[in-house]
């Protein structure tokens, strides 16, 4: 007998708490905008000044060697949304495959832009830079 009244006990509840909505919601928000429901308001209190955007970077071989099936420089593309900055070697000196100047991306999110340093006068017997120039890309 009481095996059947705990038996029911149990039975009931499960079906009562089966009518219960406890399910998750998924809500994806912008930095400022809010979500309301009931007494429930959420804020995206995320400052755009301070959060890094999300840069997707591709590299890929700039200077290949053959003989030993290796790259031996690398270039980095950099890109957020339509915006792209190209970081490669743009004095390479290829009797020693070494790469004197690199060019740069740096990336300011305030500005939604890059900044690409690149070597204006390079003094090919000391192989260094003596001059560089900075051009904005994006913006």
Not at 17 to 36: M, P
Not at 68 to 95: G, M
Request: glycine content about 6%; proline content about 1%.
């Amino acid at each position: 007998m009481y095996r059947l009244v705990f038996l029911s006990i149990i039975t009931g509840l499960i079906c009562w708490s089966g009518n219960i909505d406890i399910g998750a919601k998924e809500i994806t928000l912008n930095a400022g905008e809010t979500y309301r429901q009931g007494d429930l308001t959420v804020t995206c209190g995320c400052d755009q000044a301070s959060a890094d955007p999300t840069i997707l970077v591709l590299k890929d071989c700039q200077y290949w060697d053959d003989f030993t099936q290796n790259c031996l420089f690398e270039k980095t593309t950099n890109v957020y949304k339509n915006i792209e900055c190209i970081e490669e070697c743009q004095y390479w000196d290829k009797f020693n495959s070494t790469c004197h100047y690199r060019t740069t991306c740096t990336f300011y999110p305030s500005q939604k832009s890059f900044v690409k340093t690149t070597c204006e006068r390079f003094d090919d017997f000391k192989k260094t830079c003596l001059q560089t120039k900075d051009t904005r890309i994006g913006r």
